[in-house]
């Protein structure tokens, strides 16, 4: 059989295509910069050739609370593990020198009864640690090697008990765990605010339980290079951060726009618009405080690069009052509204004030105009619902023509 041939003619299906075939790869224009700090508050850096590797060593207890999770659950069960496979050991040693393993020995009290072969003096070696005591072994006053034994694995057991139990509850209770509710807007914003230019960004806490002497701070990390020739890959700058209250400390009970004003001693005053999105830097926000609950101080952190700020927009509110008590909707959280900002840099702004006069001014033009429209609009739509309701009542009162008909077969139409 003939294949059957395609509805569409090859000679336009080909160059059709053909070219999708042999695309010219696309490239950014811009490479994609390593994050400092990821948006989740990690940071992003990598240790290597690290040649003094006992210091870690050193402290095993930070060691063993840095590790992950199924790490320390091999060590957790291989530390218990292996303390009662070397107390067997002892006590099968102890029962062998006193001859407790020999059948034919009668009439002798051994030192440990029942422990007859290495698995008994394994199960002795747990019931002693663990302080089971099942009772079918049970040790004699024969021995004093066997009670130094016993003293000596009931000390050792203790401290492995110690260790591993605060190992565990210190994991569970790391302060970066009550720092997964404490959450940073996705997007920071530049706006203007009482006249400046201000970086500001959301903060807020999920839980009821308050974060004791909370406190904001910033960093701008870039790279920069001294007037000597030095690179400084990790430059980091501290920013001044003004809190919504007259305090260093901030009272986090409801979610708070952090703001920086962008003035004289900011990295950020030579920057414009176009000069953001071209700079390469990362703005780090750190909040610290204790937990109410636990006492144990906490930190969360997150980061945001040029094209993770927003310029010319502003947090929308999201407290409301609703029946005498004020409602937060989080899922308004990080939604942003535009308003009227210049797109030159706080210096230009600071040098020319009728730009910000300008751009206000623009803007109200602008608000106007959009009022009139939607005014316009509704006076339109008014209107027609008026002419269709006029329509409406006019066809259900008019009359309708009746017809008469006589006795002669005419038909008299009267007269309306």
Not at 71 to 87: A, I
Not at 166 to 187: N, V
Not at 322 to 345: H, I, L, M, Q
Request: net charge positive; charged share 20%.
């Amino acid at each position: 059989m003939l294949p059957r041939k395609s509805i569409i003619p090859e000679e336009f299906v080909l160059p059709v295509i053909t070219p999708g075939l042999f695309r010219k790869p696309r490239f950014r224009d811009r490479p994609e910069k390593a994050r400092f700090l990821t948006k989740s508050g990690a940071c992003n850096l990598a240790h290597k050739n690290i040649r003094e590797q006992g210091r870690f060593l050193q402290d095993v207890f930070t060691t063993l609370v840095d590790l992950k999770w199924r790490y320390t659950l091999v060590v957790f069960t291989m530390s218990f593990l292996c303390s009662w496979l070397l107390f067997a050991m002892v006590w099968w040693l102890v029962a062998f020198g006193h001859g407790d393993l020999n059948p034919n020995r009668v009439g002798i009290e051994p030192c440990v009864t029942n422990v007859k072969s290495f698995t008994s003096a394994f199960l002795f070696s747990i019931e002693v640690q663990v302080t089971i005591g099942f009772g079918g072994r049970m040790m004699t006053e024969q021995c004093p090697t066997a009670i130094t034994v016993l003293i000596v694995q009931n000390i050792a057991g203790l401290i492995i008990n110690a260790v591993m139990l605060g190992c565990i509850f210190m994991k569970t209770a790391q302060a970066h765990r009550r720092a997964e509710t404490l959450i940073f807007s996705r997007h920071a914003v530049i706006a203007v605010r009482n006249n400046k230019l201000c970086f500001m960004f959301r903060v807020g806490d999920l839980r009821k339980s308050m974060i004791i002497g909370a406190a904001v701070r910033m960093q701008v990390v870039k790279k920069t290079t001294t007037p000597e020739g030095e690179v400084i890959p990790i430059h980091q700058i501290d920013v001044h951060t003004e809190n919504p209250i007259e305090c260093s400390n901030i009272f986090l009970v409801a979610p708070l726009i952090i703001s920086h004003t962008i003035d004289k001693t900011s990295p950020l005053y030579d920057l414009s618009f176009n000069d953001l999105l071209d700079n390469d830097l990362e703005i780090i926000v750190i909040l610290e405080g204790v937990v109410e609950t636990t006492g144990i101080t906490t930190q969360a952190r997150t980061s945001y690069m040029p094209e993770e700020i927003q310029w010319g927009h502003r947090f929308v509110p999201i407290v409301t009052e609703e029946d005498g008590v004020y409602s937060v909707d989080y899922s308004k959280f990080g939604n942003t509204a535009k308003v009227a900002a210049p797109r030159c840099s706080a210096r230009e702004l600071d040098e020319k004030p009728s730009i910000l006069i300008q751009a206000l001014q623009k803007s109200e033009l602008s608000h106007q105009n959009s009022l009139r429209k939607r005014n316009n609009s509704m006076r339109r739509n008014n209107s027609m619902r008026q002419n269709n309701s006029m329509r409406r009542n006019n066809s259900s009162l008019m009359v309708p023509k009746v017809q008469f008909l006589t006795p002669n077969g005419s038909q008299n139409v009267p007269e309306t």
